[in-house]
């Protein structure tokens, strides 16, 4: 049994029926040439992914960090600690649904909306995966949640990868639940805090030596994560449970030529293209402010060059992760001046995270997201006070490789689903594959109405930077 490291244990304290605490993903597969009609593959389309499906529930391999329930024991003084699941229902975490007729797209996102609604049993293992069969255009879909507490994005995302290849005949390639588990590294952890948090009382020495940072390094995290400056609207607000997803993917190619003609970053590129859609959206609802919206803003402090042998970041992201608020200039009308705003914005977040110790970065990544916490756990605190920060936009970069496969299945698409929480009731997570961009949107159903218009927003916001 191991203790729960202190981010984690905010993810697992923060929870409620309001506001779950797992990501989540929808990955979009093509069925292998021949499915129905060759020798190899005689049955049809719906009978290979049910095949698929016993294929995977029958294999015993889980790995030991999938294989672990949470625990709340009164002689761990009331904290949450881990302990191993030696009865792991495989039948129970993986499941098989089919889309009802005709398996548009849109019946997709309208599953994937339910499932990411839904909270984890904490009784078991926190995590589900769904094989989707029925969805138009000979394609299945795989959607999969874990939660916050057991893992960060760019580690699942790192684990999915791991599950692919670039060999379109491969079989037998097992889910990301059941990958052999990787050597122990004491430099890094879970989340976006070291991995020191065996017993609570290496978890009191980790708090105190983070209280002991020196006056220049707290200075530094102030200005890293500037919050309390951004104006009320209608995304912060108290949720509900219920959850919208929405998914689109544009060629990078579009974005890149953006970053060309003003020099800026694809990261800046993507900022702007969502200030341009949450612009637009508000102004639909009549609910833009005068003020700016800004974002917070996962930031990689690592190049693709400096990454470890075997092209892998840490496990958990390691010291490459911190956070930003970036000024989103959604108050300013002409693309081209919201741009160069942005790009001021993040280069001057950028420059002062660059100039902190790799602890204090992984400080501002905590900070980043726990200044949200007080309306997060707080009931009706949620749209009274100043939010931190309007909403969270991720872009986490994917597999540079293409085209991928699982199980001979050439993978489509691949769209992150993130939190949401009181107060903060709209996530834009990014994620890149096959030269495109894949966007996932969540957000609270009640809370931010018509969420799919934001996917035509992003599309006018684009078209308009093109013409920089």
């Not at 015993?60 to 191993?84: C, H, K, M, T």
């Not at 957000?443 to 992003?458: D, F, I, Y």
């Amino acid at each position: 049994m191991s203790a729960v490291g202190p981010l984690d244990a905010m993810f697992l304290g923060g929870e409620s029926r309001e506001q779950p605490m797992h990501v989540g993903g929808l990955m979009l597969f093509e069925l292998p040439e021949g499915a129905g009609r060759d020798q190899v593959f005689p049955e049809s389309s719906r009978d290979f992914v049910s095949r698929l499906y016993h294929e995977l529930v029958a294999a015993p391999e889980v790995n030991p960090q999938f294989a672990r329930r949470v625990r709340n024991r009164i002689q761990d003084l009331g904290y949450w600690s881990w302990e191993q699941d030696d009865a792991i229902d495989l039948d129970y975490h993986v499941r098989l649904s089919a889309l009802p007729r005709p398996g548009r797209v849109r019946e997709l996102f309208e599953l994937t909306s339910r499932l990411h609604g839904t909270l984890l049993d904490r009784h078991r293992p926190l995590w589900e995966m769904h094989l989707i069969d029925g969805v138009e255009g000979r394609r299945f879909a795989v959607y999969s949640k874990i939660h916050h507490s057991m893992i960060d994005g760019v580690t699942a995302l790192r684990w999915m990868q791991k599950t692919l290849t670039t060999d379109p005949t491969r079989t037998g390639m097992p889910a990301t639940y059941a990958l052999p588990p990787e050597p122990a590294d004491p430099q890094s952890g879970n989340g976006w805090l070291p991995t020191i948090t065996r017993t609570p009382t290496d978890i009191l020495k980790t708090v105190v030596d983070v209280a002991g940072l020196p006056l220049a390094g707290v200075k530094g995290l102030v200005q890293a994560t500037m919050p309390f400056q951004a104006p009320r609207t209608v995304f912060n607000q108290g949720v509900t449970g219920a959850r919208r997803f929405a998914a689109q993917s544009w060629p990078i190619e579009r974005l890149e030529k953006v970053r060309a003609i003003s020099g800026a970053t694809l990261n800046d590129v993507l900022l702007a293209m969502c200030s341009g859609a949450l612009r637009n959206y508000l102004l639909e609802l009549n609910a833009l402010p005068d003020k700016s919206l800004t974002a917070m803003v996962p930031v990689s402090l690592r190049d693709r060059e400096s990454t470890p042998a075997g092209g892998n970041p840490a496990p958990g992201g390691g010291n490459s992760l911190g956070t930003l608020i970036a000024d989103l200039a959604t108050d300013e009308a002409d693309p081209e001046r919201r741009i160069r705003r942005i790009m001021a914005s993040t280069a001057h977040a950028k420059s002062v995270l660059s100039g902190l110790t790799p602890l204090q970065n992984l400080i501002v990544g905590a900070l980043g997201f726990g200044v949200a916490g007080p309306a997060a756990v707080l009931p009706g605190v949620a749209g009274l006070a100043p939010p931190p920060y309007n909403l969270v936009i991720s872009n986490v970069p994917g597999p540079r490789e293409s085209p991928l496969y699982w199980n001979r299945s050439r993978l489509l698409g691949m769209y992150p689903a993130s939190i949401v929480l009181n107060g903060q009731a709209l996530n834009i997570s990014v994620t890149s594959y096959a030269h495109q961009l894949h966007f996932g949107l969540v957000g609270c159903r009640r809370t931010v109405p018509h969420l799919q218009r934001l996917l035509g927003h992003l599309e006018a916001s684009l078209a308009g930077l093109e013409n920089l």
